[in-house]
């Protein structure tokens, strides 16, 4: 048992190995470059381009989707709510779709979401996968790789080495997500303010009419 374990991890080092090795640095556009096998596709269908290829562990897909012209994100929290709505659209592409262990990550100096998205045919068949998503105000990009459960132990190596591969031009920088810095003001705080406004309004009011009431006694 022991031999079998150490020729089977043997060959899958050789594989990732392999993998790293034959990676070959493809730009996606004149901002955005990622490794990927020699043998990748490439459709480009109404503007969206999609790039995939099979991997010794997985699949590689990376797609770059156009955003439409419309007014610049102005603050962090818009670049926040964009990519929360990103997620929901991508789980909501499978019914028996869940987005696990979402969080911020960052590739060159801008701001991305990473997360896993596990999906069931409803059979038990569970597939992986782990997708990077990265927001400009030109293209939205997606970097997945996917993945059986059975493998989820051995393909870590393969994929840090296709999402280590994500290189950015060095002229993108935060305006190329949003435009000032700073969370901007929530729902949640307008309310706040507003109701600690309308607090001190109504005590300023009340001490007034208690002075005057005082004044007439």
């Known amino acids: 048992m022991k031999k079998l374990f150490l020729i089977s991890a043997t060959l899958v080092l050789s594989a990732f190995a392999g993998f790293s ?6 730009a996606i556009d004149k901002e955005v470059t990622v490794s990927l096998p020699p043998t990748y596709k490439k459709i480009d269908t109404l503007g969206q381009q999609i790039y995939s290829s099979n991997a010794p562990m997985g699949y590689v897909v990376v797609m770059r989707t156009p955003n439409a012209k419309a007014t610049p994100l102005k603050h962090e929290g818009d670049l926040d709510d964009v990519m929360k709505q990103s997620i929901k659209n991508i789980q909501a592409e499978n019914s028996y779709a869940s987005a696990q262990f979402v969080r911020d990550t960052t590739i060159g100096k801008l701001k991305a979401k990473t997360f896993t998205l596990q999906t069931d045919n409803g059979g038990g068949d569970i597939q992986l996968r782990n997708i990077v998503l990265l927001y400009t105000n030109a293209a939205t990009y997606i970097f997945e790789y996917a993945y059986p459960n059975a493998r989820k132990e051995m393909v870590s190596g393969e994929y840090k080495n296709f999402v280590s591969s994500i290189k950015l031009a060095p002229t993108l920088d ?8 700073g969370h901007g003001f929530s729902v949640v705080w307008l309310i706040v303010m507003i109701g600690g406004v309308a607090l001190i309004v109504g005590a300023i009011y009340w001490y007034r009419k208690r002075q005057r009431e005082l004044a007439l006694e």
Do not use: G, I, M, W
């Open 21 to 26: 090795q034959s990676l070959k640095p493809v």
């Open 174 to 181: 935060r305006t190329d997500q949003y435009l000032a810095n």
